[in-house]
């Protein structure tokens, strides 16, 4: 059966939610070329910046991202809903309020996770945002703030009421952070009160944890964030898996480093240079986590200075894992890339970091509505 969040009809049960640093539109577009239909999000964007700054591309979206959200955080429900408007305009399926993030620079406000502790704050934010905007808003928290106080229950019946479409559920509490295991069986205990629909979040690596969080929660839905860190094709696979059963074999080796390339360039052409190529290290070293005798190339790749670095650093290890044929493969896949990004890095001459360069096809950037 097909998850509705308001009026929204989703053809997937799979989210990859957001994550600060992670879900850019760069991310998001390889995400989108691997499975056509899963849920996306954008990183979370503060709502207070969103309106100093209106024209930060953080919210920028992609004609062909679609369904996908903008999360914002905040604890100022009029500030919130200007920005919720701003979201709106960009062209965002929903809202997602963020009420979730445990990190102390965002709790120590009244923001993210702090919200958990407020829950007729929270409530009134989520009413107030419902009234400004036509679009589904939905919410994204954890199991509550601490062990003392695990009250993701009644949260999410105030969510509920308060008139939010959907919300995701991370299962543990902001005193964890990311120690433990998530405990699913305590968002089952959220799903089952509620009648909107509910994804659950934690510690989904493998098509069978998805189908295992689905079966203890009792889920509509599944939001992985962490695991698709240098493997957006767990997405595709966890789609298959719980939708018919297969289990897809993960991409061989060199697609995994054209990719890992691809992303490298996509971030390097849509940030520009310095940014993109920091932004880059970590990336490529998720991409290579795993590989055999990828250690020494992985300590490299978080080296590099420019993406010519990571080409032949990525050539050697093709050609280390699978010989000159995989070498081959590999200059093949990345010529094609080259072919679709329209330029090779290395003749890159943007002079500012705020160019935008392709991958994006700027054409398919959905209009910017001045706010
Ligand atoms: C690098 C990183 C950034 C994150 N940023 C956000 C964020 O911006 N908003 C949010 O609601 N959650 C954020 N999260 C939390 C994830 O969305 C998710 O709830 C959490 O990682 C648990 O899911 P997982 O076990 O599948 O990773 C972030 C997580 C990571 C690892």
């Known amino acids: ?18 994550m600060a640093g992670v879900t ?13 239909h899963c849920l996306l999000s954008t990183e979370m964007v503060s709502s207070r910046s969103a309106m100093a700054r ?10 062909d991202e679609h369904p996908i959200g903008i999360q914002i955080f905040g604890h100022e429900p009029d500030i919130m809903a200007e920005a919720a408007l701003l979201a709106e305009k960009k062209g965002a399926d929903f809202i997602d309020i963020n009420m979730g993030c445990p990190v102390p620079k965002i709790t120590k406000g009244k923001d993210g996770c702090a919200l958990m502790k407020e829950p007729e704050l929270a409530r009134e934010i989520i009413t107030t945002l419902k009234s400004a905007v036509f679009i589904p808003v939905t919410v994204k928290f954890r ?6 106080s695990r009250n993701a229950v009644e949260f999410a019946q105030m969510a509920e009421e308060a008139g939010a479409s959907a919300v995701t559920v991370h299962g543990r ?63 595709p696979r966890i789609t298959r898996y719980v939708e018919e059963g297969v289990l897809d074999d993960p991409p061989d080796d060199i ?22 190529i920091n932004e880059s290290r970590r990336h490529l070293t998720h991409y290579t ?69 392709p991958p994006v096809d700027l054409d398919s950037i959905a209009p910017v509505a001045e706010p």
């Open 1 to 18: 059966m097909s998850i509705k969040i308001g009026t929204l009809i989703l053809k997937s049960r799979v989210y990859v939610p957001p």
């Open 24 to 36: 850019d539109l760069v991310f998001r577009r390889i995400v989108r070329q691997v499975d056509p």
């Open 54 to 63: 209106p024209q930060a591309r953080i919210m920028d979206l992609a004609a």
């Open 143 to 148: 199991l509550g703030w601490d062990d003392d």
């Open 173 to 235: 509490t902001r005193q964890q952070l990311y120690s433990g295991k998530a405990d699913w069986s305590f968002i089952g205990l959220v799903k089952k009160s509620l009648s909107i629909p509910v994804f659950g979040n934690g510690d989904v690596f493998e098509p069978q944890d998805a189908e295992r969080l689905l079966g203890v929660s009792g889920c509509d839905g599944v939001a992985v964030a962490r695991g698709t860190l240098g493997n957006p094709w767990l997405i």
């Open 255 to 276: 697609e995994r480093l054209i990719v890992a390339y691809r992303h490298c360039l996509g971030l390097v052409a849509y940030k520009g240079p310095r940014v993109g």
């Open 289 to 357: 986590k795993g590989l055999r005798h990828s250690a020494p190339f992985r300590s490299r790749l978080t080296q590099i200075k420019e993406a010519d670095e990571a080409l032949s650093i990525l050539v050697e290890l093709s050609e280390r894992l699978g010989g000159k044929d995989a070498r081959q493969r590999f200059l093949v896949g990345v010529q094609n890339d080259y072919l679709e990004y329209g330029k090779h890095p290395g003749e890159w001459h943007g002079n500012s970091e705020g160019c935008v360069q």
